[in-house]
C-alpha cells in the first residue's frame, strides 16, 4: 500500500489551501518553543531562556517583535527577520509582530485567544513543573456545554472538566467555577492554563478532591439593556445574573453534583478574579469557596463595614460564611495589582481570615494563574 | 456597584497583553462576516457573496488578499489597506494576508487550524442551512478524550462528540469515526465541521439515531521507524495502527458503545477520506458503514480483484460485508478531485452498491463536508 499512501499524501497534502506559510519547517530542535505549530523550529527559547523568533518578510522595510517589550528585527540574507529578546521570566507569554505596521500573530506559532484577537504564544518552560505537564496518570475529559441564555438571548459555551471516573459511578462531586481574564474566552483556562492537567495530577496524587470545574464565558451583554461600548467586554452585572440564575443551575441539572454553597466555589484571574470575587461575596448563599488571581472586587475603607451586606464588619461571622477566601498576586506585577496586596492588607488589619499567595518571578501572566490554581484546589472542600 | 465595575474593566482590561490590534472593533453590522473576532466589523460579506476585508498597516508597501486567489489590496487615507474579492460560493473559506511578503493571517478573524497553520476563515452563509446552525433543540457534549499512544509514545488527544441525553441512561451507541483533512487536526470537525450542531440538529429531527462520533488526529508517526520529512503528516500505515489497535478499543472502553462492527462506521474528508477508506476497506471486521468525502483510497483497474484481499471482486459479496459505502464530491473541486469520480465509475462498472453524493456549488472545503456528513449521517446504523 506504500505507494498509494505517498501518492494520496502529495494528492490532499493541505487540500482546500492557498498555500502554506513559508516558514522554516525543520525538524523541532530540543529548544524549539512548545507552543510553536509542531514541526516549526522557530521561535526558539535558548539556555538563558531569551526567545530567538524568525518571520519570513522578503520585501518589508520595518519588521518588530513584541514580547513583553518591543524588538526591532534584522533581517538576513534570505529575508528572513529575526531578533532575540532578553532573557524572559518562565511562563507563558503573547506576543505579536508588527510587519510595516500591520500588527499580526507569528504564523510559527499555534494561536491562543487572548488580548482580544487570536495570540502567539511562547512557553517559557518551568524547571521541574511537573504539576502542568502531562504525567502517566487517569485522564478526565474537558466537555462543552452548550446553553441557551433567556438573558442573553443567545446560545452560550462553556467547558466542563469532570475528573477521572466521573462515568464510572454515581458519585456526586463538588464544584469549583474558573473564570479567564480579559481579552481572553471560555477556551483559555483549558488550553494557556491546563486546568485538564493540573486537576488530572492533583487528583491522582490526593493532593486535591475529584471535583467538576466549570470555565464559563466572561462576557455577557442584556440586548435589553444599553449597549456597552465592546461587546466583548459587555457588562458585569449581566455577567453576574448570568452565572447565578442560568449557569449554577444548568450544572446542577447536567452534572452529578453536590448542589450546595459548601461544595461550591467560585474563582477567577484578573478580570475574572474581580468577577469570581464580587459574584462570590454578593451570594455568600451559593458559594463558601472565593479566589482572586491577580484581580480582586476592591472594598474601600469608607464601604468596609457596608460592602456586601457587611460581610466584612465581623471577621468571626465573615469566617462562618466563607470557607476559604484566596487572593493571588505573581511578584512581577505586584507593582501594577496594588489593589490585590491593598485588599489582602485591609483584610490582614481587619483580622479577617484569608490565603495570600505570591507566585515567585511571575507576571501578569498564566504562569501566575496556573500556579494559583495548583495551590487554590489543594485546599477545596476539606 | 457600577462604579466599581466600571473601574475593574478598565484596570482589567486586556490585562497581560502588550497590546491589541488596532482594527476597526465598531459594532458588528448585520454583513460582518460570522467568523470575525467579536465585536469586529470587518470583513464583510457583501450581498452579491463577495467579501470585503480590511488590513490595519500604514506602512506597508503592498498588501494582498489571498482568498481562493490573490488580491491586491489598496491604501485609504488612514492607512487602512482595503480588498473586494469576486462573489465567492457559499461555505466556509480559508484566507490569508501578504504584508510585503510575511505571509500572515488577518488578525479580524477567528483562527481555525487548517493549511498547517492557524488560518483566517470567512464564512459565506448558505442560505437556509439550518442543518448546521444552532437550534431550540436538545444539546449533546463535545469532550477531549486524552490517550497515551504505545505506537506514537505520545500522548494524543482525540474529540468525542455525545449524544443528548447519554449521562441520563445506560443506553449504548454506535461510533462514527470521523477523521479531518490535511493540514487541520483534530479540532477541525468541532470548530470549521459544526458536528455537534448537525448531528444534534439531525437527532432531534429523528433524521439520524442517536451516536458518539470521534474525531482523532490524523498523524501518527512511530518513533521507532524512520523519520518523515515532515512530522505533521506522518505516516498513514503507523495511524492506521492507531485507530485499529489502540483507538477503537479505547473508545469502547471509556464509553458505552456498540462495539461491533455492525454499528461502527469509519469515514474522513480528503486525507481522512483516504484514511478512513483504505483503513475501512482494509478492516471489514471492525467497520461495515465506510464513507470518503472529497477523498478515497483509489484502487487501480489492474489491481480490482486483488486489492483489500479481493474486496471487489464480488458485487455480492461485497454488498454483504459492507452495509454502506458513500462517496461525495463537489462541483467546484470536480476537476481536480478526478480520483473520487473516477473510483464511483469504477464501482458503478463492477456493479458495486454504493451512495455517491455531488455536492452543488461547493469546493474543496468545509461546506462540501458538512453537507456530506449531514447526508451521510441519516444513512447509518439503519
Not at 206 to 213: E, R
Not at 229 to 248: G, I, S
Not at 283 to 295: N, P
Request: hydrophobic fraction near 35%; proline fraction near 5%; include cysteine.
Amino acid at each position: 500500500m506504500k505507494t498509494i499512501y505517498t501518492l494520496a499524501l502529495s494528492a490532499f497534502l493541505l487540500a482546500g489551501c492557498a498555500q502554506k506559510a513559508s516558514q522554516d519547517a525543520a525538524p523541532a530542535g530540543p529548544m524549539s518553543a512548545t507552543t510553536n505549530i509542531l514541526g516549526i523550529s522557530y521561535p526558539k527559547v535558548n539556555p538563558d531562556l531569551s526567545v530567538t523568533v524568525r518571520v519570513d518578510a522578503p520585501t518589508a522595510d520595518s519588521v518588530t517583535l513584541d514580547l513583553m517589550k518591543k524588538y526591532p528585527m534584522t533581517k538576513n540574507a534570505d529575508g528572513v527577520w529575526e531578533a532575540t529578546t532578553e532573557p524572559q521570566v518562565v511562563g507563558f507569554h503573547y506576543y505579536f509582530i508588527d510587519v510595516d505596521g500591520a500588527y499580526v500573530s507569528d504564523p510559527s506559532s499555534e494561536l491562543f485567544f487572548g488580548c482580544g484577537v487570536m495570540a502567539s504564544g511562547v512557553e517559557i518552560p518551568e524547571e521541574g513543573a511537573d504539576y502542568s505537564q502531562e504525567q502517566a496518570v487517569p485522564r478526565g475529559e474537558m466537555r462543552t456545554q452548550t446553553y441557551y441564555s433567556d438573558i442573553t438571548q443567545e446560545w452560550r459555551r462553556c467547558f466542563v472538566y469532570t475528573p477521572p471516573g466521573y462515568d464510572d459511578g454515581d458519585t456526586r462531586y463538588p464544584v469549583l467555577y474558573l473564570q479567564h481574564g480579559g481579552g481572553e474566552d471560555e477556551t483559555s483556562w483549558g488550553v494557556q492554563g491546563r486546568t485538564d492537567i493540573i486537576m488530572d495530577n492533583l487528583i491522582a496524587g490526593k493532593q486535591a478532591v475529584p471535583m467538576i470545574v466549570v470555565m464559563d464565558r466572561g462576557y455577557a451583554v442584556d440586548p435589553t439593556a444599553k449597549p456597552t461600548p465592546d461587546r466583548r467586554f459587555a457588562n458585569f452585572n449581566t455577567f453576574e445574573r448570568v452565572v447565578t440564575q442560568e449557569l449554577v443551575p444548568l450544572i446542577d441539572s447536567e452534572y452529578r453534583t453536590l448542589a450546595d454553597r459548601d461544595h461550591r466555589a467560585i474563582s477567577g484571574l484578573s478580570m475574572g478574579g474581580f468577577q469570581a470575587t464580587s459574584i462570590g461575596f454578593g451570594h455568600t448563599d451559593m458559594f463558601a469557596y472565593i479566589a482572586g488571581f491577580s484581580g480582586v472586587s476592591p472594598v474601600r475603607e469608607e464601604e468596609w463595614n457596608t460592602a456586601y451586606n457587611g460581610l466584612f464588619a465581623d471577621p468571626a461571622a465573615f469566617s462562618q460564611k466563607i470557607k476559604l477566601l484566596y487572593l493571588s498576586l505573581g511578584t512581577e506585577e505586584a507593582s501594577r495589582f496594588k489593589m490585590v496586596t491593598e485588599f489582602h492588607d485591609r483584610l490582614t488589619k481587619a483580622g479577617i481570615n484569608h490565603v495570600y499567595y505570591e507566585s515567585p518571578g511571575t507576571a501578569h501572566e498564566w504562569l501566575t494563574w496556573r500556579r494559583s490554581l495548583h495551590g487554590f484546589a489543594q485546599l477545596l472542600f476539606k
